[in-house]
Structures are given as C-alpha cells and as structure tokens.
C-alpha cells in the first residue's frame, strides 16, 4: 500500500556550509509542530546523530552504502520512516562527495532512496553568481532531483532577492534562508566540544527552530517533498540467537555507537550499560563492548576511577571476551599522554600507548579481511598508537575505500580484540557471532 509522507535530504555543496544547524533547526521545528521526526544521517558520523537525537528526540539512524550492502540501507529507512510523519536525512561533505567519486556520497543515497535533495547553499560571499552553482548542481546527475534551495548566512532583504533571482533564472525553487547570528552557532564538533552536557543544546535548537520558521517557508518545504512510501507489514522480530550480557561503555567518554550495532547486539540476549566515568565496577557479562569517544577528554577522571580499571583489566586478564574500538582501545592500553605531554594510567591491559601529544588526524573507510570474513567500517582519531614489547596482532588485512593498504591494525590478547577501526554489522551479524564463538582468539 502506498502512503504518502514528507521526506528529503538537505545537503551541500561543501562541509561548513550549514548543513547540521539547519538540519537542526528543521528538526526541531517539525517536533514542535507535534510531527513524529525521524532523522537519519548519512555516512559513518557519529556526533550529528547524538545531536539530531536531541533536537528531536528519536535516535538517528546511519545510511552508508560503504559499510553496508543497498538493500541494507534501503530497509532500515523503510522501516523507520515508517514509525514516522516525516523523514530528513541530513548529508555528508558536498552532495557528491564519496569514497570513490560518488560511491557513499549522499547522492549516491538520494538515488537510492528517490529523495529530492534541499540544497544548503552558504551565501556569506555570494550573490547572483550562485544561478552558476546551482544550475550544475541541478544538472550534473539527470537521476537526482533538487528539489529547492535554502541560503546560509543572508543578513538583508536585497541579498535575498538577488539570489531568489538567481533561482529563478535556472528554474529551483527557493525555499527561504537563515541570517548570521552568533548566539545558534554550533560549537566545535571535532574535539567532542559540541557534545558535553554542559551545552544546553534544547536551547539551541529551539532559537534555530524559531529563526527557520520566520525565513524558510517550512509548508511549502513539506510539499515539495511530500513522495510515496511503501507501507510494509512490520513482521516479528527476529529470535533471539543466546542469551548473553552484553556490557556497553555509555557515558560522555563513550559513546560512539551505531544504532543498528546495538540493535544486532540486542537479538544476542539482554544489553546492560554501564559508565567507566563514574560506575564502581563493570557489570557481570558474557561480552564486553568498549565503544570509542572521547577518553582523551575525561583522562584525569578515568584515570582517578581506579575501582573501573581494575575491574575492567581483570576481566580482561580472565579472559573475558571483549572488543575495543578506538577510545575503548585508548582506556585498556598502558596510559594515555594528553596535548601537554602528562600521562594518565589508564587499565593497563594491552602492551600499548597512545598520545595526543602531536595530534594527526586519520581519517578513511576500512575493509577489513579477516580469514574468510570481510567487514566494513571507519577510521577517525587525532591520537597516536605506542606498541609496547609483547603486542600481538590479529592476522587481519586493512585496506581504504580504494583498496590500497593502510598502517592500521587489530591488536589480540586473551579473548580482547582491540582496533582504532569503528566497524559496523548492523548489515552482517557474523563479525558478532565469531566474537561470542570465540573464533578469533588464539588462547
């Protein structure tokens, strides 16, 4: 049966050209209306998600056509579209920006998804020149649709129009715009600085709700992108595959998780969270998950928590199965060095170190092939790996979206497997199954 519903991407031309904060402001100002929102964000982003949770309440959902198969992404926006009155998917980089060209990029995923896009053009230092910009955009892939135009950062009325007539003359609708203002400036997101608790982000969202309700025609946004959906039967869940305690590090230093992996980890039996800021002790389970985030922050505390470490590392040291990614590998190593050379003991586990000390970043999609095993996932960190005497490595082979090889690794010790690599399996469970069948440990 189809259903008709309100559903669009709002993409760029470029990073920083005001995606998320109008991504937000949308969001919140379609929740205010009473709407059932859900967002998704495209690409293996981590902090837009936890923010678009909190201007709307519903969690984000993750659509990456790199780390998951076409008819994987397809039947997750199916499903939670569904469960909503409107969808916004909010893109990644400039629309068609991928991996590989295209591939991953939020054109790829409107394509897929038949999704008009509302293009986030920054006009701080723009006028009629933006008709150029636009009619490429509109022209450069017959099979997208670009169903309107929202501008950044116009502060008067005779700006606006000259880039309404801009849109006129290539034949894209204009839906509005949002001027410069300091006070929904969204704080730094690189260094974990928009994700404290400190920020009161309901705020926020609520000065750019109300800024986008007065400049952007939000009624004539919810038709132009109103499109129909296939109205499924929603089936049982799955049954459950065990009945295992799974332990999730969650709190302000840990909380990189995709909402899909959690939901695999759900079908495994019964998910128990836990705070290694500020709990005593780890939590009885059969399966430890040490997501990343940003331990780098919070190192003085971690490491004032020694109660958690020692709980943590002996654990791990009676062969407790266990995975670390990222951040959860920085908190099981030796210690961590901060930007001022201090070192924080950490749970002294692993036979390694990391640093902050001369931050780099590294950045890139993984493929990881492991026997006859091939996940997907990502790289992101600024820190540095110090392999100590006695680090073991997994016979795992990494390569970037392009298939070259990259310096990165999958440490082992006892039943831990650690990695700077974020995988995802919301699209195939058997990285998880091995895990729990003990299939990769060599003790």
């Given at each position: 049966?189809?259903?008709?519903?309100?559903?669009?991407?709002?993409a760029?031309?470029?990073?920083?050209?005001?995606?998320t904060?109008?991504?937000?402001?949308?969001?919140?100002?379609?929740?205010?209306?009473?709407?059932?929102?859900?967002?998704?964000?495209?690409?293996?982003?981590?902090?837009?998600?936890?923010?678009?949770?909190?201007?709307?309440?519903?969690?984000?959902?993750?659509?990456?056509?790199?780390?998951?198969?076409?008819?994987?992404?397809?039947?997750?926006?199916?499903?939670?579209?569904?469960?909503?009155?409107?969808?916004?998917?909010?893109?990644?980089?400039?629309l068609?920006?991928?991996?590989?060209?295209?591939?991953?990029?939020?054109?790829?995923?409107?394509?897929?998804?038949?999704?008009?896009?509302i293009?986030?053009?920054?006009?701080?230092a723009?006028?009629?020149?933006?008709?150029?910009?636009?009619?490429?955009?509109?022209?450069?892939?017959?099979?997208?649709?670009?169903?309107?135009?929202i501008?950044n950062?116009?502060?008067?009325?005779?700006?606006?129009n000259?880039?309404?007539?801009?849109?006129?003359?290539?034949?894209?609708?204009?839906?509005?715009?949002?001027?410069?203002?300091?006070?929904i400036?969204i704080?730094?997101?690189?260094?974990?600085?928009?994700?404290?608790?400190?920020?009161?982000?309901?705020?926020?969202?609520?000065?750019?709700?109300?800024?986008?309700?007065?400049?952007?025609?939000?009624?004539r946004?919810l038709?132009?992108?109103?499109?129909?959906?296939?109205?499924?039967?929603?089936?049982?869940?799955?049954?459950?595959?065990?009945?295992?305690?799974?332990?999730?590090?969650l709190?302000?230093?840990?909380?990189?998780?995709?909402?899909?992996?959690?939901?695999?980890?759900?079908?495994?039996?019964?998910?128990?969270?836990f705070?290694?800021?500020?709990?005593?002790?780890?939590?009885?389970?059969?399966?430890?998950?040490?997501?990343?985030?940003?331990?780098?922050?919070?190192?003085?505390?971690?490491?004032?928590?020694?109660?958690?470490?020692?709980?943590?590392?002996?654990?791990?040291?009676?062969?407790?199965?266990?995975?670390?990614?990222?951040?959860?590998?920085?908190?099981?190593?030796?210690?961590i060095?901060?930007?001022?050379?201090?070192?924080?003991?950490?749970?002294?586990?692993?036979?390694?170190?990391?640093?902050?000390?001369?931050?780099?970043?590294?950045?890139?999609?993984?493929?990881?092939?492991?026997?006859?095993?091939?996940?997907?996932?990502?790289?992101?960190?600024?820190?540095?790996?110090?392999?100590?005497?006695?680090?073991?490595?997994?016979n795992?082979?990494?390569?970037?979206?392009?298939?070259?090889?990259?310096p990165?690794n999958?440490?082992?010790?006892?039943?831990?497997?650690?990695?700077?690599?974020?995988?995802?399996?919301?699209?195939?469970?058997t990285?998880?199954?091995?895990?729990?069948?003990?299939?990769?440990?060599?003790?």
């Amino acid at each position: 049966m189809m259903h008709p519903k309100p559903q669009f991407l709002i993409a760029a031309p470029s990073s920083d050209s005001g995606k998320t904060t109008i991504t937000l402001g949308l969001l919140k100002a379609f929740a205010n209306r009473r709407l059932k929102v859900q967002p998704f964000k495209c690409g293996p982003d981590y902090i837009d998600p936890l923010l678009h949770q909190k201007a709307c309440g519903a969690p984000s959902i993750n659509l990456d056509t790199f780390m998951a198969g076409s008819k994987h992404v397809t039947t997750i926006y199916n499903r939670y579209l569904q469960q909503s009155d409107i969808g916004i998917v909010e893109g990644v980089m400039g629309l068609f920006d991928g991996a590989d060209k295209m591939k991953g990029s939020s054109a790829e995923i409107a394509i897929l998804l038949g999704l008009p896009v509302i293009l986030v053009i920054n006009a701080r230092a723009m006028a009629y020149s933006a008709a150029a910009l636009i009619y490429g955009f509109k022209n450069f892939n017959p099979e997208l649709k670009i169903a309107g135009i929202i501008f950044n950062n116009v502060n008067t009325i005779s700006h606006y129009n000259i880039l309404e007539d801009a849109c006129k003359d290539v034949e894209v609708e204009v839906l509005g715009y949002l001027p410069t203002q300091q006070d929904i400036k969204i704080p730094s997101r690189h260094l974990g600085l928009s994700i404290a608790s400190d920020i009161n982000f309901d705020e926020l969202c609520n000065k750019i709700a109300i800024s986008i309700s007065e400049t952007v025609d939000l009624d004539r946004l919810l038709q132009l992108s109103t499109r129909n959906t296939i109205q499924e039967v929603v089936g049982t869940k799955s049954p459950k595959k065990g009945n295992y305690t799974i332990a999730i590090a969650l709190d302000d230093a840990f909380r990189f998780t995709y909402h899909e992996n959690l939901e695999v980890l759900k079908q495994f039996g019964e998910i128990v969270f836990f705070s290694p800021l500020t709990d005593a002790a780890l939590p009885a389970c059969d399966l430890l998950y040490l997501a990343g985030g940003y331990p780098e922050l919070f190192v003085e505390q971690l490491g004032q928590n020694t109660t958690m470490l020692k709980s943590v590392r002996e654990y791990c040291l009676n062969n407790g199965k266990t995975y670390a990614e990222c951040g959860g590998m920085m908190y099981l190593g030796q210690y961590i060095i901060d930007r001022q050379g201090n070192q924080f003991e950490m749970a002294g586990f692993l036979p390694l170190a990391t640093s902050m000390e001369k931050p780099a970043l590294h950045l890139g999609y993984r493929s990881l092939f492991i026997n006859d095993l091939n996940i997907k996932g990502h790289e992101f960190h600024y820190s540095a790996c110090i392999e100590l005497n006695g680090i073991e490595k997994l016979n795992c082979n990494i390569y970037n979206a392009k298939g070259v090889d990259v310096p990165s690794n999958m440490y082992l010790k006892n039943r831990t497997l650690a990695s700077y690599n974020h995988l995802y399996w919301g699209d195939e469970q058997t990285f998880i199954e091995k895990l729990l069948q003990d299939s990769f440990y060599i003790n």
